[in-house]
Every structure is written in structure tokens, then in C-alpha cells.
């Protein structure tokens, strides 16, 4: 379960405003993790002061418009710039101090170690045992680690992908939609394995694999291009 698992329900500040944030919102509710009181967002994007029913706070005076004293934050951005977006606003929150929860599906299987937090392990997940999952990571639904790996901060894996035993994810890498990497594969930082992708062999940082109808393609990039090939309505290359 979440890390109010041993108590009174903790209250929940969510970071953002977007339909990952709703998505937070109804996977915390649904499954009882904590007691959502609101979202918050930097101030330059304050344009509303209720979502979904509840009040926008501005991030940078969360202490002080925030009528409750003790809450935890969750950071709700999913992916976008190979998840660069999650990890500025991370970062932001855990410079100011704030206290940052994890959300853990009581259907989750987790036998490893959830070693940080704004981790997100969604429904029917399996990490498995002697496999360490470090800070800012969120995993979907029906996703597989397998034992003894090791997962980066920043990470996130779409739904139904699997890390083989044994396998390493560097730092704010992705795994796509029903991508599998092997065991004792090691992958990189920053990088992406296209939806769909069997990864057999070792990905050097910054680099993309992707499975076309032909073939499997890897190809490495400068650490500043490789962001920009993971964004919403982008055209991937």
C-alpha cells in the first residue's frame, strides 16, 4: 500500500493540473492511500483556483495557502521530455523541503525495495525480490522488474513492460508500452525503448531502441537531443 500504511490517512497535496493529475487524483481515492485536499502548480501557470472540485494552490506559497500543516506532495507528470518535466518539479519540491509520498497499489506484488520517494507503482505491478527502485519512478500497470535489478531515479515504465532479472535502468530512462529487455541487460541513462521492443543486448546512455516490422534499431544521441525524442505530439524519428 502507500507509505500511510501504518496510521491515520495522511493528507495529499498533487503537483499539476492535467489528466495525469486526475489520474493521480482517482487512483488515490480508489484505492484509500491518502486524503487528497488539493493540487498544486507553479505560479507562472495558475489559471484556475479548483480542479476537479478541489483548491489550486500555488507551489512556490504551498505552506502558506495550504490550510493544513502536515501533508505530503506528489509530483503527477508522467513522461514528457523522457520524463525531465517530473524530475524539474521533483527536484523544486524536494529543495523547498516538501514531503514527498509514495503511491503503491495494495494490488501490487512488491518483494524489492522501493528505495526513495514520488515513486508510483500502479496496479498489478511486480517487482521482484532483491530489486531496488530508486527515487521519482513510476511504473504502470501489470509491469514486471525482475529480481535482483536495479532501477535509476526518474524512470518510468508504460504499461505491461518488462526488466529482466538481473537488468539495470540507468537515470531517467523509459520503457515503452509491451517492451521486454532481457536479463542481465544493462541500459543506459537517459534512455528509450520504443513501445513493443525486445532489447537483447546493453544500451549505451542517450540512446533509442526501437522494433520496426523488419527489424530492431538502436541509435545513440547527444545527452541534450535524446530528451527531445520522447515529448507529447511529437513526431518520434
Known sequence: MGDNATGDI??????????????????????????VVGFAVNEQYYREDTFQGLPVYRLEHLRE??????FKVFVAVMWNRLNADRRRLYEYCKGQGYAMANLV?????VRGTIQGDNCWVHDFVVVQNDTVVESDTFIMAYSLVGANAHVGAHCFFAARSLLGGGSTLGEQSFVGLSST???????GRKCIVGACTAVK???????????SADNTVMKQYTEEEVEGKLQFRLNKR
Open 181 to 187: 529487455v532481457f536479463d542481465d541487460t544493462s541500459i
Open 10 to 35: 495522511q493528507k495529499l497535496v498533487i503537483v499539476g493540473t492535467s489528466s495525469s493529475a486526475r489520474h493521480v487524483l482517482h487512483f488515490v481515492q480508489y484505492h484509500g492511500l491518502f486524503e
Open 201 to 211: 543486448r546493453n544500451m549505451p546512455d542517450f540512446s533509442k531502441c526501437i522494433t
Open 65 to 70: 495557502e495550504c490550510p493544513h500543516r502536515e
Open 105 to 109: 497499489s495494495p494490488l501490487a506484488a
